[in-house]
Nanobody, 127 residues
């Protein structure tokens, strides 16, 4: 069973940068880790898919973060990062990483397709 843990949240000023890390534990089979996406949820809003990759290494970004956020994998493919640049107050949210727990072709940004989630890390962007 894949267990995910986010870290790196905190407070940052508008225009600043932040790196979030998603660490995987439990089963580290590439097949359980190959489809992973970052999400966020702001108060009163639905959970939003931001950036993810599929088994083939394809990457997809939501329009709201394209050009500002970058998703990448770490050593051994059991760590994933979300580098966030030019942050805005509307980026304030709890950020989650999620795994599909299987191989996949094509990146899905819908939260309903992900059974495995981390606990989330808060990012607050001040004006």
């Amino acid at each position: 069973q894949v267990q995910l843990q986010e870290s790196g949240g905190g407070s940052v000023q508008t225009g600043g940068s932040r790196r979030l890390t998603c660490s995987v534990s439990g089963s580290t089979s590439i097949f359980n880790w190959s489809c992973m996406t970052w999400f966020r949820q702001a108060p009163g809003k639905e959970r939003e898919g931001l950036a993810g990759f599929d088994t083939n290494g394809n990457v997809k970004y939501a329009e709201s973060v394209k050009g500002r956020f970058t998703i990448s994998k770490g050593h051994g493919d059991i760590t994933a990062y979300l580098d966030m640049d030019r942050l805005k107050p509307e980026d304030t949210a709890i950020y989650y990483c999620a795994s599909m727990g299987s191989v996949c072709s094509g990146v899905r940004l819908s939260p309903h397709e992900y059974p495995a989630w981390g606990q989330g890390t808060q990012v607050t962007v001040s004006p």
